[in-house]
Every structure is written in structure tokens, then in C-alpha cells.
């Protein structure tokens, strides 16, 4: 006799979005490069399904340089004008300059020694926050601390961080579980 996994149904079935759900979201990250990917992801997501930008994550690791956060910071108008054009990203312009300025507001961060893992860390104190959701409609779209961390961003530079984007970078990165309670992934992923 098998039980099947209980999970958060966002997914919906499609094996992709369960994958990412299984495998990633929600895990705490705590590698810079890494957390700057999902930066970009969540960026590119506003006003989309998830799914659509996941279909294209290969598309975008391709046409960023692996999110190479150094590379994309010396980007000019020939790659950005390479990026609009490319079939396997979100050809938004705003989108895109967004990447860039963040890639060189994120550099600034690292070269001034301010890490953007423990930048962002010291903000939930190291751990992550764990919600007790029992239904999707429970989650918010934003909260508090992703104002107070979006507002920042924007002092440092960063573009395209309004605090809906902040906090669906915070539940997939991790620094704030909203796995709902009956998920098996929302024990899982606590530290």
C-alpha cells in the first residue's frame, strides 16, 4: 500500500511545478549567486504564472551568463539589445535593464563587503520564518518585512523589488516557509 505525498497545490500536476516544489521552493538559501538568480526569476515573474518563467529558467541561465551576477553587470546596450531579442527570456525591456542594475547594485554589495546572503539573513535573524498556512487563500501577497526589505533594496540601487516581488523571492529562497502545514515539504525544509 502507498500513501501518496501530501503537497501545497499550487503545483496543480504539472510535473515541472512539482519538481520545483519538491526540490526547491521554499528550501533556505544562503549562496549569494544563487539567491541573485532567484532575484532575477522572481523580477521576471511580476505579472506572469510561475510556470511560464520556470519553462524559461534554462532560457535565462543561457542568456545571463549562468547569472553570473559579475558578468551581467558589465552589460551595455549590445547585450541588452541581444536579450530583446531572445526567444528564450521575457523580452520586457524594464525586465531586463532591471537584471543589469541589479547585477551591478548586488556587485557594489559584495565589493563593499556586504555580502547579499548575509545581507539578506540578518533580516529573518539566520532562520527562517515558519508560517502555519492551512489554506493558500491564508498567504499574503506581501508583508511587512518584504516592505521594509524592497524599501531597502531600493536605497542600494535595485530595480523591479516592490514588495509582492520580495516576498515571493523570500518564500522561494527560503527565508520564509510558507509551505502549507499538511505539505510534507513544509516540515522538510526547516532548519
Given at each position: 500500500?502507498?500513501?501518496?505525498?501530501?503537497r501545497?497545490?499550487?503545483?496543480?500536476?504539472?510535473?515541472?511545478?512539482?519538481?520545483?516544489?519538491?526540490?526547491e521552493w521554499?528550501v533556505?538559501?544562503k549562496?549569494?549567486?544563487?539567491?541573485?538568480e532567484?532575484?532575477?526569476?522572481?523580477?521576471?515573474?511580476?505579472?506572469?504564472?510561475?510556470r511560464?518563467?520556470?519553462?524559461?529558467?534554462?532560457?535565462y541561465?543561457?542568456?545571463?551568463?549562468g547569472?553570473?551576477?559579475?558578468?551581467?553587470?558589465?552589460?551595455?546596450k549590445?547585450?541588452?539589445?541581444?536579450l530583446?531579442?531572445d526567444?528564450?527570456?521575457?523580452?520586457?525591456?524594464?525586465?531586463?535593464?532591471?537584471a543589469?542594475?541589479?547585477?551591478?547594485?548586488?556587485c557594489?554589495?559584495?565589493?563593499?563587503g556586504?555580502?547579499?546572503?548575509?545581507?539578506?539573513?540578518?533580516?529573518?535573524?539566520?532562520?527562517?520564518?515558519?508560517?502555519?498556512?492551512?489554506?493558500?487563500?491564508?498567504?499574503?501577497?506581501?508583508t511587512?518585512?518584504?516592505?521594509?526589505i524592497?524599501?531597502?533594496?531600493k536605497?542600494k540601487?535595485?530595480?523591479?523589488v516592490g514588495?509582492?516581488?520580495?516576498?515571493?523571492?523570500?518564500q522561494?529562497?527560503g527565508?520564509?516557509?510558507d509551505?502549507?502545514?499538511?505539505?510534507?515539504?513544509?516540515?522538510a525544509?526547516?532548519?
Amino acid at each position: 500500500m502507498t500513501s501518496e505525498k501530501i503537497r501545497c497545490p499550487w503545483p496543480s500536476g504539472d510535473a515541472q511545478m512539482l519538481r520545483y516544489h519538491d526540490r526547491e521552493w521554499g528550501v533556505p538559501l544562503k549562496n549569494s549567486r544563487k539567491l541573485f538568480e532567484f532575484l532575477i526569476l522572481d523580477g521576471a515573474q511580476a505579472g506572469l504564472s510561475w510556470r511560464t518563467i520556470l519553462l524559461r529558467r534554462e532560457g535565462y541561465r543561457a542568456a545571463f551568463d549562468g547569472f553570473d551576477p559579475e558578468k551581467i553587470a558589465r552589460y551595455g546596450k549590445k547585450e541588452e539589445g541581444r536579450l530583446l531579442k531572445d526567444p528564450g527570456i521575457i523580452r520586457n525591456r524594464l525586465k531586463i535593464s532591471s537584471a543589469i542594475t541589479n547585477a551591478r547594485a548586488y556587485c557594489e554589495m559584495e565589493e563593499a563587503g556586504e555580502g547579499f546572503s548575509k545581507w539578506l539573513w540578518k533580516w529573518v535573524d539566520g532562520k527562517p520564518i515558519v508560517n502555519h498556512w492551512k489554506t493558500l487563500a491564508e498567504i499574503p501577497a506581501s508583508t511587512e518585512l518584504a516592505e521594509k526589505i524592497s524599501k531597502e533594496l531600493k536605497k542600494k540601487g535595485f530595480t523591479f523589488v516592490g514588495p509582492t516581488i520580495i516576498y515571493a523571492f523570500l518564500q522561494s529562497a527560503g527565508l520564509v516557509n510558507d509551505h502549507l502545514v499538511d505539505c510534507y515539504r513544509w516540515k522538510a525544509v526547516q532548519l
